[in-house]
């Protein structure tokens, strides 16, 4: 799978959304949330085995912003 690796804030959450390719109109999917319990955070993309391309975005959860 693919690993996703960003700088965190502790005790913040933070949302990760993939998307295959970076086309207009393109949809992304949520992969989840997660509480920050150090200065970087890692996911684990596991379905990503075999995909040829894709995107992924991190956003601080609009309740911690």
């Known amino acids: 799978g693919a690993t996703v ?3 965190s804030e502790i005790g913040k959450t933070y949302r990760i959304e993939y998307q295959p390719t970076l086309e207009a109109g393109g949809t992304w999917t949520a992969l989840g949330e997660i509480v920050a319990q150090e200065t970087s955070v890692s996911i684990t993309h ?3 085995v075999g995909l040829p391309t894709g995107y992924y975005r991190i956003s601080q959860h609009p309740g911690n912003l």
């Open 46 to 48: 596991s379905e990503a």
């Open 5 to 7: 690796t960003w700088a």
